[in-house]
Nanobody, 116 residues
């Protein structure tokens, strides 16, 4: 089992910045991918960004150039720095862990609201 504890999120004005973090604990395999997904009301969950244990990143086109994902392998923690936020970024953001053994875990989710 892997537990994911998210922090960050909240309310921010358009154009503002916000940071999320997700700390993993439990049976963590060194070869893994961690990332962030989001789900807005009445929409399907979508990928935001992922990062492998080697630092390879993937971003949704909608956040490229505005969001930055990073991780600290020593702390088993992944971060998401969100800049130039837009109202359409409003969603519940969830942390995800998956590894080569097909284990797949989710955090509880944290609300991000972009509004003036």
């Amino acid at each position: 089992q892997v537990q994911l504890v998210e922090s960050g999120g909240g309310l921010v004005q358009p154009g503002g910045s916000l940071g999320l973090s997700c700390a993993a604990s439990g049976s963590i395999f060194s070869i893994n991918t961690m990332g962030w997904y989001r789900q807005a009301p009445d929409k399907q969950r979508e990928l935001v960004a992922t990062i492998t244990n080697r630092g390879k990143t993937t971003y949704a086109d909608s956040v490229k150039g505005r969001f930055t994902i990073s991780r600290d392998n020593a702390k088993d923690t992944v971060y998401l720095q969100m800049d130039s936020l837009k109202p359409e970024d409003t969603a519940v953001y969830s942390c995800n862990y998956r590894d080569l053994y097909l284990h797949n875990y989710w955090g509880q989710g944290t609300q991000v609201t972009v509004s003036s």
